[in-house]
């Protein structure tokens, strides 16, 4: 059963627009919520995080909303640059620590 | 800089053979993880290990056995490889505690004939 789900498995934007790509959850125990980029015949790279006791975090071009009352995520990239182009993995963690539970990732596609 | 090193980045083997992937990290992290990656699936851990000698069941744990000798090394092992085990395996470590990234291996893509 998964429990972070990722509903979109493509995405397309123009360069210099905004991306957003969401992520659900079902568990309310996570605790700690990352997103991964991963490019082909790589492993995949930290991107940004949040932990549950907030509501937004930002880094550069990428914010990440957390919304627990909906279980939802979302990582926004603006503006989106080619270089971007990739999957992208939300990942959930256990307030026990050390189990983490990913997504089925979303590949983003910027076009230029 | 953060280093996780995998033996192999592609593997070839046949049906019934033992299969080794190697994972090494220099962070000194307690934790260290074995995923498999397929389409449509995403990362779906296989086991983990939060010290040496102690290995915890993922979700996925059926077919594959892992060791943990010392801190820094993290072995998943396919006893006996059959075509489904055809994957991308990505090994991880992390420090131990919550609210720790993980930091990923570049994978090995195995294909068992």
């Known amino acids: 059963d998964q429990q972070v789900k990722q509903n979109s498995p493509s995405l397309s934007v123009q360069e210099g627009r905004i991306s957003i790509l969401n992520c659900d959850y079902t568990n309310s125990m996570f605790d700690y919520f990352l997103w991964y980029k991963k490019y082909p015949a790589e492993g995949p790279t930290f991107l940004i995080s949040?932990?549950?006791?907030?509501d937004k975090n930002e880094d550069g071009r990428f914010t990440v909303f957390l919304n627990k009352s909906a279980k939802h995520l979302s990582l926004h990239i603006v503006p989106s640059q080619p270089g971007d182009s990739a999957v992208y993995f939300c990942a959930a963690e256990l307030y026990t620590g050390n189990q983490f539970y990913f997504g089925t990732g979303t590949s983003l596609t910027v076009i230029p | 800089d953060v280093k996780v090193t995998q033996s192999s980045r592609y593997l070839v083997k046949r049906t019934g053979e033992k299969v080794f992937l190697e994972c090494v990290q220099d962070?000194?992290?307690?934790?260290m993880f074995w995923y498999r990656q397929d389409p449509g699936l995403g990362l779906r851990l296989i086991y983990f290990s939060y010290d040496v000698k102690m290995k915890e069941k993922g979700d996925i744990p059926e077919g594959y056995s892992v060791s943990r000798e010392k801190k820094e090394r993290f072995s998943l092992i396919l006893e006996s490889a059959s075509t489904n085990q055809t994957s991308m395996y990505l090994c991880?470590?992390?420090?131990?505690?919550?609210?720790?990234?993980?930091?990923f291996g570049p994978g090995t893509r195995l294909l068992v004939l």
């Open positions: 949040i932990s549950s006791i907030k």
């Open positions: 991880a470590s992390s420090l131990l505690g919550g609210e720790e990234t993980q930091y």
């Open positions: 962070m000194d992290h307690e934790n």
